[in-house]
């Protein structure tokens, strides 16, 4: 009599044990990174943001600003300066940052002259941009000389 090839179920359960242990170990880890990975991805987008409004004040000549958690938080848009009315005026569509991703407290409002630096007298502009734990957080630095960087 010939023996059945097959596992025996000792040998499956084993086996799913083993793959629920490893499961169980790797999910969290990779929640975490698609965590980060969303801050970072959120930072690089308003770096991103921040480099082409200053470049439009410069081949506008004209004063441009990007306003944080405007008109909600989480939110973002740029503004030029319309001297005829004497107001801001938006340019383009309302940003959002990825999910679970907001500005730090105190966002400042980035505004660029036609030179491309910020306005005389005005300090370096710093912005985090957080997901609530701090070591996945992003900081913005916009230098009075107009550089952008992202750490």
Request: charged share 20%; no cysteine; glycine share 10%.
């Amino acid at each position: 009599m010939r023996e059945a090839a097959g596992f025996s179920l000792l040998e499956m359960l084993l086996v799913a044990g083993v793959m629920g242990v490893i499961a169980a170990v790797t999910v969290p880890l990779i929640a975490g990174a698609m965590d980060r990975y969303e801050v970072i991805s959120g930072g690089q987008q308003v770096v991103s943001t921040i480099r082409a409004v200053r470049f439009q004040a410069v081949a506008r000549n004209q004063r441009t600003r990007v306003r944080f958690d405007v008109p909600e938080a989480g939110q973002y848009r740029t503004e030029g300066w319309d001297p005829d009315t004497a107001a801001w005026v938006a340019l383009g569509q309302i940003q959002l940052l990825p999910r679970d991703v907001a500005f730090g407290d105190g966002a400042p409002t980035v505004e660029f002259v036609p030179t491309g630096r910020l306005p005389a007298g005005n300090p370096a502009a710093v912005l985090t941009v957080t997901n609530g734990h701090a070591d996945d957080d992003r900081t913005i630095t916009v230098s009075t000389s107009g550089r952008v960087q992202l750490q």
